[in-house]
């Protein structure tokens, strides 16, 4: 991707570049126009079809150059193409950016055991419990609640909440925590002590009982 293709791709598109992921591009040792490649290709999704004229388009190049991309960062162990038959009976080809997300999250558990957070098992276990893989975003939300503090029985106690209630989404167990925070809740212990309270706080449901047989105004 010469200059002049460069320029028109970063006027003309908008994608999302976490500032953690620039240092990324040296440490995977990827040249600038196969980073923005993988850029574009994580603001698709975690898999999708590919559409090799849909993205020439989009970033100003020939199918050639994003063939050529796309295989460089095949290489590079960040993306990986699976051939799908379709109900048609066509094969189609997939894009998974499974391998990408994966290595994002090894960097962050690095950077965390850097912290002297180590041996954490937080990340493995959401994942465990949202049934998927967590990305970029959903990472830095983790990480942070760690830097912050945050326990992690507190983050499991939290996520155990939001699982209970339906919810797999980080905003609602961070809510959890940052409210857990505020009164004063800052162990496993003071969670159970606060269900337990609210269990005594639920007042039970009078059923009213009548007996049909005994009912003095039904016709004979």
Do not use: C
Not at 118 to 143: A, D, V, Y
Not at 187 to 207: F, I, L, M, S
């Amino acid at each position: 991707m010469n200059q002049e293709k460069l320029l028109s791709f970063l006027t003309g598109k908008s994608i999302q570049i976490p500032s953690k992921m620039l240092l990324l591009r040296k440490v995977w040792k990827l040249e600038w126009n196969d980073f923005i490649m993988l850029m574009y290709l994580k603001d698709k999704g975690k898999e999708f079809l590919l559409n090799p004229k849909e993205i020439a388009q989009d970033l100003s190049l020939s199918m050639k150059e994003v063939m050529l991309s796309i295989g460089i960062l095949q290489d590079a162990h960040l993306v990986r193409m699976n051939t799908v038959k379709s109900d048609k009976g066509m094969m189609e080809d997939y894009l998974s950016l499974e391998d990408f997300y994966h290595k994002y999250m090894e960097y962050i558990l690095e950077e965390v055991n850097e912290k002297n957070v180590s041996n954490s098992t937080i990340f493995r276990t959401i994942e465990q419990e949202f049934g998927r893989t967590l990305s970029p975003m959903e990472l830095e939300i983790i990480k942070a609640w760690l830097d912050e503090g945050f326990q992690e029985e507190m983050i499991e106690e939290a996520i155990k909440e939001a699982v209970f209630n339906g919810v797999t989404n980080l905003r609602y167990i961070d809510k959890i925590l940052y409210e857990w925070d505020k009164k004063g809740i800052k162990t496993r212990k003071d969670v159970e002590k606060r269900n337990v309270a609210r269990k005594k706080e639920e007042t039970p449901v009078e059923v009213f009982e009548y007996n049909w047989f005994e009912d003095d105004d039904i016709d004979e």
